[in-house]
């Protein structure tokens, strides 16, 4: 690493944080800002009080997914008079869980229907709450929805990487070795480069004796010749975990920084919302729009009914919907339409908005997502390799996370895995194939990252979902992608157009595809359909 040091030299602070980042990625950058102290640690939190009575006005809602019922609740708690014109069979729009009896018919696609055991699922929608989504958490809690924890970040979970050359090459590693590693290697190529006086030009010797401070006190570096070296916080090998009386173990030896750099995997820092535990409904995610949904009065919710043309005028709203059972089609009127219909869904219905809002729908883009889910008849994640909960990631052509349960742990029965989470691009050619070929893509990788185990306790039942080939989804998210579109195009959706109130996780551009986003959503444009009454 010696060589390394002169490329230090001469460059400021703020060089030097991002040459260091780009050589150990955020997790370096975010060790060296923290022994500088140049770290520091949605403020939406319950639903906006209205000031409009709804005195029997009527209010039709299209879409009864999360930001639907949400705001048929907080409507009807003023006397507004609420229907819910909704497409599927169901509650919940993208908050749902697959079980046994789930039927799910992609366009195009084949007819699957879950037949998981043990009343074991998967959720094929959301399926993490951070701590920061306090709207979510708020009507856990005021309805009684179980959570309990979700383990997205397990240490014994594996990077494996086959697109790379040398030793580790096809070779699945802890992720706790590769994260210590890489930490340790950088912190020795920082204090040496402060203990050599590669950066006394640009760090004051207070800088420098507060970073060395820091460095030496993690533990991973021996504290004389500021060399990383195995250590406990990377742990022990697995045969030679210390024993009773004498027997102290055998750390694991660290790999070489050489190699670790050339794989790719695990160099990003999750967000602060993807924290190592976070929460999930006990039970399902879809148990939160469904508890929602008993909260309504019978016969709110118009259900299979698909919304085929939405007519407005300053004195009125007329909505026509299809029985998707029958074909019969029917027309209601209202005194306003709030639509929380995905915008890239809503831009296919026949309209007389304006163009305005025809161009804000059209520019709105999808998201592809793809989700797979095997049942296994053996935990052998936990009982074998000491992985409960957390995923893992490789670079394996098609696959991005496997995700293992962080429910009935323990548990005899074994369980269903996540075993492929891909979004983006490289979701499309999955989704493209077959079910039989689905459910092979998932069997080989699965095998690569636990090989003889996943063949071996797969029991034949396995559900999938590509979200971009739902009719009523056209996308795990539907929003604006870029700071040009959500500048030109968010305030005119949310200005809407005389009884038209436009809602959901579009109006929500930076967090669209998590729950918070259409509860969020659901808030703000009911506080902006209140002054709109207001004024009328």
């Not at 309209?351 to 296994?376: H, M, R, V």
């Not at 500048?487 to 436009?502: S, T």
């Amino acid at each position: 690493m010696t060589n390394q040091l002169n490329d230090f030299a001469g460059i400021s602070k703020r060089d030097f944080l991002q040459k260091i980042g780009m050589i150990g990625g955020s997790a370096a950058l975010y060790t060296a800002m923290t022994g500088l102290e140049m770290v520091h640690a949605s403020a939406l939190k319950e639903p906006p009080e209205l000031s409009t009575e709804g005195k029997g006005k009527k209010v039709v809602i299209l879409g009864a997914g999360l930001s639907g019922l949400v705001t048929a609740m907080e409507l009807r708690k003023k006397g507004y008079k609420v229907e819910i014109i909704e497409a599927r069979d169901h509650a919940g729009g993208r908050a749902q869980s697959a079980r046994k009896g789930k039927v799910i018919q992609e366009i195009g696609g084949e007819r699957q229907e879950c037949n998981f055991e043990h009343g074991q699922y998967l959720n094929i929608g959301p399926w993490r709450i951070p701590a920061e989504h306090r709207a979510v958490i708020y009507y856990c809690r005021e309805l009684g929805v179980e959570l309990e924890p979700m383990v997205n970040k397990s240490v014994h979970a594996y990077y494996y990487s086959e697109k790379v050359e040398g030793p580790l090459k096809g070779k699945h590693i802890r992720q706790v070795e590769v994260d210590v590693d890489r930490a340790g290697n950088v912190q020795e190529l920082l204090a040496k480069a402060v203990n050599s006086g590669a950066l006394d030009d640009h760090f004051g010797p207070e800088d420098k004796e507060r970073l060395l401070e820091y460095l030496t006190s993690t533990g991973l570096l021996d504290r004389k010749e500021l060399n990383y070296r195995a250590n406990r916080a990377r742990g022990y090998n697995l045969d030679s975990y210390p024993g009773t009386a004498l027997d102290a173990g055998a750390l694991s030896e660290p790999i070489e920084m050489a190699e670790l750099l050339k794989v790719k995997l695990g160099t990003r820092w999750a967000t602060a919302d993807h924290p190592g535990v976070m929460f999930q409904a006990k039970g399902g995610m879809d148990q939160i729009p469904f508890t929602m949904e008993k909260t309504l009065k019978r016969g709110t919710i118009k259900f299979n009914s698909e919304v085929t043309n939405i007519q407005h005028n300053d004195d009125e709203v007329v909505v026509t919907y299809e029985n998707t059972k029958n074909g019969r089609t029917t027309t209601i009127k209202a005194d306003y339409i709030i639509s929380t219909i995905p915008f890239s869904v809503l831009n296919g219905i026949e309209n007389n908005f304006s163009d305005e809002i025809k161009d804000a729908l059209k520019s709105a883009t999808s998201s592809p997502a793809y989700k797979i889910g095997l049942q296994l008849t053996r935990r052998f994640w936990e009982e074998d390799e000491m992985i409960y909960g957390g995923s893992s990631y490789s670079d394996i052509d098609g696959h991005f996370q496997t995700s293992y349960p962080s429910s009935n742990m323990f548990g005899k029965q074994g369980d269903v895995m996540l075993a492929n989470y891909k979004f983006g691009g490289g979701s499309v050619e999955l989704s493209n194939a077959t079910i039989a070929e689905r459910i092979e893509h998932a069997l080989m990788c699965g095998e690569k990252l636990h090989p003889g185990k996943f063949r071996k306790h797969f029991n034949g039942q396995a559900i999938s979902m590509s979200w971009h080939k739902d009719k009523y989804s056209l996308g795990g998210a539907s929003s604006y992608r870029s700071n040009r579109q959500r500048r030109k195009h968010v305030p005119n959706i949310i200005k809407g157009e005389k009884r038209v109130i436009f809602s959901g996780g579009g109006v929500s551009p930076y967090h669209s595809a998590w729950m918070t986003g259409a509860i969020e959503g659901a808030w703000h444009m009911i506080a902006e359909f209140d002054k709109r009454v207001a004024k009328i």
